[in-house]
């Protein structure tokens, strides 16, 4: 596996998950630097106000032996491959989860949230 400098530049990765067929990773991540701290203000005061926070998080679909990058989901979180490895399931900021194809990261089927 190649060093992912450039990519992950400024980003703190919090989840990396391998496809089942070990060519393409996943990971879950948010912005970090100066951008950070307005995101932390902006959060703080609409949790304060009663509004929803709005994420910062990314998720980068990465060829495994290059380290090249195929796609990139914004706003995203918690990515798992499906058993085949040919689409990618997300967690939203609003609870819903995203069936995505593992390719382009484009919408193939949307789950409201379950309470």
């Given at each position: 596996m190649k060093n992912l400098r450039g990519y992950t530049d400024n980003l703190g990765i919090m989840t990396l998950r391998f496809s089942p067929d070990s060519r393409t990773l996943a990971l879950t991540g948010y912005r970090r630097g100066p951008k950070l701290l307005m995101t932390?203000?902006?959060d703080t005061t609409r949790n304060l106000l009663g509004w929803k926070p709005k994420y910062d998080h990314e998720?980068?679909?990465?060829?495994?032996?290059?380290?090249r990058r195929l796609a990139r989901a914004v706003n995203s979180?918690?990515?798992?491959?499906s058993p085949d490895g040919t689409a990618l399931a997300t967690q939203e900021p609003d609870g819903s989860t995203r069936l995505r194809?593992?390719?382009?990261?484009?919408?193939?089927?949307?789950?409201?949230?379950v309470e």
């Open positions: 932390q203000i902006r998720i980068l679909v990465l060829e495994a032996a290059t380290g979180t918690r990515p798992f491959y194809d593992i390719d382009t990261v484009t919408v193939k089927r949307e789950e409201p949230r």
